[in-house]
C-alpha cells in the first residue's frame, strides 16, 4: 500500500503563492509517477500537474501552466505543487495521487492512489 499525506493548504489573497506538499509512505514507486488534482465545490475532479519519478518529466493543465511548478524530491519521497499568481478560480481541494506507472495520465482512473486533501482557497 501507498500512504500519501498533503500538506501546505490555506488561505491567500489574489496573485499570492503557496506551496503544496505530498509525502509518500509505504511502497513507493520508483519508476511510476504523482500528480495533483483539485476539486471545487460542484465541479469534477480536474487534472493539474503530473510528474514522473525517474526522468522527472512534467506535464501541466493549460489553465495552471506557467503559474504552477511541480516538482520532487526522491530522497525523502515528497512532491511539491508550487502555486504562484493565484486566482480566485483556483480555490478547490489540492489532491495528490500515485501510480505504478511512468506514463502520466491527466485522468483520476490513471492514478490508483489518493492522499485525503488539503484546501486551497484564494481570496478576491
Known amino acids: 500500500q501507498v500512504q500519501l499525506v498533503e500538506s501546505g493548504g490555506g488561505l491567500v489573497q489574489t496573485g499570492g503563492s503557496l506551496r503544496l506538499s505530498c509525502a509518500a509512505s509505504g511502497r513507493t514507486f520508483r519508476s511510476g509517477a504523482m500528480a495533483w488534482f483539485r476539486q471545487a465545490p460542484g465541479k469534477e475532479r480536474e487534472f493539474v500537474a503530473a510528474?514522473?519519478?525517474?526522468?522527472?518529466?512534467?506535464i501541466y493543465a493549460d489553465s495552471v501552466k506557467g503559474r504552477f511548478t511541480i516538482s520532487r524530491d526522491n530522497a525523502k519521497n515528497t512532491v511539491y505543487l508550487q502555486m504562484n499568481s493565484l486566482k480566485p478560480e483556483d480555490t478547490a481541494v489540492y489532491y495528490c495521487?500515485?501510480?505504478?506507472?511512468?506514463?502520466?495520465?491527466?485522468?483520476?482512473?490513471?492514478?490508483?492512489?489518493w492522499g485525503q486533501g488539503t484546501q486551497v482557497t484564494v481570496s478576491s
Open positions: 510528474i514522473s519519478w525517474s526522468s522527472g518529466n512534467t
Open positions: 495521487a500515485a501510480r505504478a506507472f511512468y506514463e502520466l495520465p491527466k485522468v483520476a482512473d490513471g492514478y490508483a492512489y
